[in-house]
């Protein structure tokens, strides 16, 4: 790299030397014209040379320097108009997720709502709202293959753009004693240079909701691998409703829920106590355990449990969600803010589910 830099401004200084020697004031043609090249180069070794070679000219050349400091921001700035429009080999992966992002979050909004509708168990309206996860589910698909894309040489192609203009930027500072960017780190200019521009403005919004997308993915599964990895006390049923019900609250943006150990106690032993004793409730006969609030503080869980599910039927983990999903009091439930563990207990074809919350 240093060997590169040293021939290039071996060779950009025999331009230099030609352009004194031909003339006393100002800069020559071949001069400038070498100089408008090596100034929009890619190379940002070429971008320096020429930059250093105008101000070797003197002060003759300065006025010529600042024209061409003036082309050069406007052609950093068109390669940057391309570059965020995608008519570059550098196509934009931000504005491709974020038009599809913002319908998602439209549609989100829309859905949660029929989601928390009182339905009057009403099958056609049941019927609708499975047909309004589906395409909702299809939506976020699609997000989620957007936001999967490489984006290295988009950014790539970026920085080399918004680092052209931060150098052009800095230059033009010379011709401008009181510019207002003088005074800002080379980050907050870059930041400032892509905030005043046209179509630049729209990147940080492209890629922060991208970011977003990313970060949902990961955190789905992260839950995922931490409910898959449960050994002991957690059976092969329990993380498959765990599964399904944690992708249909990322599919509607809510929280995750990982199953905690205790919360499922809790559960398991309301299920069990329905099987043994013949009743199917949410108060207990059971003393110390009315409640679900009961059992869950008798199962040492130290959250905040914040519903209640039971279903009897099936020992299937899809039956008793589609049950619950068509039961308007119990889909509420699973679909609540806030909660950030799940407990669930199965015995036989009892089941209960818990919510719940916890600190961490």
């Not at 290039?8 to 025999?14: D, E, K, P, S």
């Not at 920085?159 to 203009?165: F, W």
């Not at 005043?196 to 789905?220: C, I, M, N, Y």
């Not at 309301?270 to 043994?276: F, G, V």
């Amino acid at each position: 790299m240093c060997m590169n830099r040293f021939l290039l401004q071996i060779a950009f200084g025999l331009v230099l030397a030609s352009s004194l020697s031909a003339q006393d004031e100002g800069a020559s043609a071949d001069f400038k014209q070498r100089a408008n090249q090596w100034m929009v180069s890619g190379d940002a070794a070429k971008r320096k040379a020429a930059y250093r070679s105008w101000m070797q000219l003197g002060a003759e050349a300065q006025p010529d320097y600042h024209k061409a400091l003036d082309a050069a921001a406007k052609h950093h700035s068109k390669q940057l108009d391309e570059l965020v429009r995608g008519r570059t080999v550098a196509a934009n992966p931000y504005a491709a997720h974020l038009a599809l992002a913002k319908q998602l979050d439209e549609e989100r909004v829309r859905v949660m709502a029929l989601i928390k509708t009182d339905w009057k168990k009403d099958a056609a309206k049941i019927k609708m709202l499975r047909e309004e996860m589906t395409k909702l589910e299809k939506l976020w698909s699609r997000v989620n293959r957007l936001a999967a894309a490489d984006t290295k040489r988009f950014d790539a192609a970026l920085e080399g753009t918004l680092g052209g203009m931060l150098e052009v930027a800095r230059e033009q500072e010379r011709f401008d004693m009181d510019s207002e960017t003088s005074s800002m780190t080379d980050e907050e200019l870059g930041a400032y240079l892509l905030k005043d521009h046209v179509e630049g403005s729209v990147l940080p919004a492209q890629r922060e909701r991208f970011e977003v997308t990313r970060k949902q993915a990961a955190a789905l599964a992260a839950v995922e691998k931490d409910n898959a990895a449960l050994e002991h006390w957690a059976s092969a049923t329990m993380k498959s409703f765990a599964t399904l019900l944690n992708k249909e609250r990322g599919i509607t943006g809510l929280s995750l829920l990982r199953l905690e150990e205790k919360l499922c106690a809790a559960t398991r032993g309301h299920s069990e106590d329905m099987a043994r004793l013949g009743f199917f409730a949410h108060e207990s006969p059971v003393e110390g355990k009315t409640s679900p609030w009961d059992r869950a503080r008798l199962a040492g869980f130290t959250g905040n449990a914040s519903g209640e599910n039971i279903f009897m039927g099936s020992p299937g983990f899809a039956a008793a969600y589609q049950a619950w999903f068509g039961s308007d009091g119990h889909r509420f439930i699973m679909f609540g803010e806030g909660a950030n563990v799940l407990g669930v207990g199965i015995a036989g074809v009892h089941w209960t589910l818990n919510t719940g919350k916890t600190g961490d």
